[in-house]
């Protein structure tokens, strides 16, 4: 088994020579700890794997993992929106809901004999779905940010690219445009982002929590994403903001709402990542001398598009043009993803996401040095 560095690309490896249906305990520790190391690795030519055998080699590579993500029976925003008739076209696969089928199409695979991709509008939109051709990016993590920690790792596994057109995509308004091959991914590293703050800066987001809102893609549904990706266009947020009347925010009484640092900590390598979930976010609470504040949702959102803006110029983005039997692992606490959309009306693509939810939250280890002082 070989690595090698993704070329031109910021982070990211090919692993070469594994086949993961049959990789060994330790193969699969060597590309854990390369996901630990350069955040995601590609493994190509997995055509052949059952829907079991990626359950299984996800599950070896992360046993801790404590449900199903976007499992459509117990994730709430899930639920939401297959009561809603699942105009995402997304499905479970029966035999192994481990395995979430997403694309575009209509196809009739392991015992799913639908349409996918379905004619859900994209956030904020009246037509068309981020993936299929009416939205901005969305950089996110994979995580419900309501009752269940986000998992460490994230799977995707090609089964059919489509074969249209690409696109080049002005995000930034700099004449920087990303070019995204026709149903591409954009990763960006939270690593990067944290690595890019000033001192004081990285002082400050350490010493920051962020408070995500109840039930949040519920709540945020009807808001669009800005061009770069990074915040939501929320007018009648901003214009109390922009009037000076913006109250803090202050902390929900729902128990399942989550409130995390804004720096995670890979435990394993130590290294620090710049993890706001952009969509989900309520506030930032934030140490001003010895006393904590709370900001508000605009002051908020405009300091984490700020923090976050430097990792998602071009030459710091990862593009993963997908290829059929391309198995992507990245580490879902210090990578940031987003779909890329256009997708012409006559393309297909069919795709398997396997997530499972943590046990246990992210960390700062600064917040873990304090806690044991």
Request: proline share 7%; with cysteine; glycine share 10%.
């Amino acid at each position: 088994m070989q690595f090698q560095p993704i070329a031109n690309a910021p982070f990211g490896v090919i692993a070469h020579d594994v086949d993961c249906a049959s990789a060994s305990a330790d193969d699969i520790a060597r590309v854990k700890s390369e996901v630990h190391d350069h955040q995601l690795v590609v493994i190509r030519d997995q055509q052949h794997l059952t829907p079991q055998e990626e359950v299984s080699f996800y599950r070896t590579v992360y046993p801790e993992g404590a449900s199903v993500w976007r499992d459509q029976r117990e994730n709430p925003w899930e639920k939401y929106k297959v009561e809603q008739g699942n105009k995402a076209g997304t499905y479970q696969i029966p035999s192994e809901p481990g395995v979430l089928v997403l694309g575009k199409g209509e196809i009739d695979h392991h015992g799913l004999k639908v349409t996918l991709g379905g004619a859900r509008a994209a956030y904020g939109k009246t037509a068309g779905s981020q993936v299929l051709g009416g939205g901005a990016l969305q950089w996110h993590i994979d995580g419900t940010f309501y009752g269940h920690a986000p998992g460490h790792y994230t799977q995707m596994r090609c089964i059919e690219p489509p074969t249209g057109k690409g696109h080049w995509l002005e995000h930034l308004g700099l004449g920087d445009p990303l070019w995204c091959p026709a149903g591409a991914t954009a990763f960006a590293s939270g690593r990067i982002a944290y690595d890019a703050l000033t001192e004081a800066e990285r002082e400050a987001c350490l010493d920051t929590k962020v408070h995500y809102l109840p039930k949040p893609f519920e709540t945020t549904y009807s808001l669009a994403n800005s061009q770069n990706g990074l915040s939501v266009v929320d007018p009648d947020a901003e214009a109390i903001y922009e009037g000076g009347n913006e109250a803090p925010g202050a902390p929900f009484a729902d128990p399942a709402a989550q409130v995390y640092p804004l720096v995670w900590t890979c435990p394993d390598t130590g290294r620090q990542a710049l993890m706001p979930q952009p969509r989900c976010l309520a506030f930032l609470e934030t140490k001003k001398g010895a006393k904590r504040q709370f900001l508000g949702i605009t002051a908020s959102r405009r300091l984490v598009e700020n923090w976050m803006r430097p990792a998602v110029f071009a030459d710091q983005v990862y593009i993963h043009d997908w290829q059929a039997g391309d198995l992507v692992l990245w580490y879902n606490r210090s990578v940031w993803h987003s779909a890329t959309g256009k997708l012409a009306p006559e393309d297909r693509r069919i795709m398997h996401l396997t997530a499972f939810n943590a046990g246990s939250a992210p960390v700062c280890l600064r917040d873990q040095r304090q806690a044991a002082t």
